[in-house]
């Protein structure tokens, strides 16, 4: 019995500091690269959307904190991102269409309709800004996704310098819809992959390319 305490204890010792670690490094990600309050332009970034069309909560809740900010005079524009990602649905022309039901003029709103992932989200946007002369953006997305968000960025202004911007990451509201234990299973499924990240990166490819980009 002596040594099945001691084991146990040992166990859940190493299991605290385990925990301490991934969350440690969670919350030590970075939320911005400047301290400017006022961006070219929002990107709200894209998440599935109902089979029926309509906006997902998660989808719905990143639209309206984009449109909050719009209308608070963060940036005159917003960029709403994604493809058909995860069903024959444009995530990025929902949001728009959404957007445009909240009040924004549809001149205000980019479609970057062809991200199948969250790094595609910032090359496309960015690419985006930049054919416009835009160089700074508020990134807005889920409380739980925005770690991730912030590890791309500084990877893709690394890699990617011809496109980099200035940016900061802004959190939308948890829906309604989600209770306590969905937010800790999605906050730590993000916490482990964004250890991961910060320990491998990530993998080379033509949005993310090992060696950096001078022109696209």
Request: proline residues 6%; hydrophobic residues 40%.
């Amino acid at each position: 019995m002596k040594l099945f305490r001691s084991v146990l204890f040992a166990a859940i010792v190493l299991a605290f500091s385990a925990a301490l670690v991934v969350y440690g490094n969670y919350v030590t990600l970075p939320t911005h690269n400047t301290a400017a309050t006022h961006f070219d332009t929002i990107i709200v970034l894209g998440t599935p959307s109902n089979l029926d069309g309509t906006p997902s909560p998660e989808q719905r809740e990143r639209v309206l904190e984009g449109v909050r900010d719009y209308k608070a005079g963060v940036a005159p524009r917003l960029i709403m991102t994604g493809g058909a990602a995860h069903n024959h649905l444009v995530e990025a022309h929902t949001m728009a269409l959404f957007a445009e039901s909240q009040g924004v003029p549809p001149a205000d709103i980019l479609e970057e309709g062809q991200a199948q992932n969250t790094v595609q989200n910032i090359f496309y946007s960015a690419t985006i800004m930049h054919l416009h002369g835009w160089s700074s953006a508020e990134i807005v997305s889920s409380p739980y996704h925005l770690g991730r968000t912030a590890l791309i960025m500084n990877a893709f202004n690394t890699r990617q310098p011809a496109l980099s911007i200035d940016w900061r990451t802004h959190a939308s509201n948890w829906p309604p819809e989600y209770g306590i234990h969905y937010k800790v299973v999605l906050y730590s499924v993000e916490a482990w992959r964004c250890l991961q990240l910060r320990a491998q990166g990530y993998p080379s490819s033509k949005f993310l390319p090992l060696t950096p980009a001078t022109a696209n």
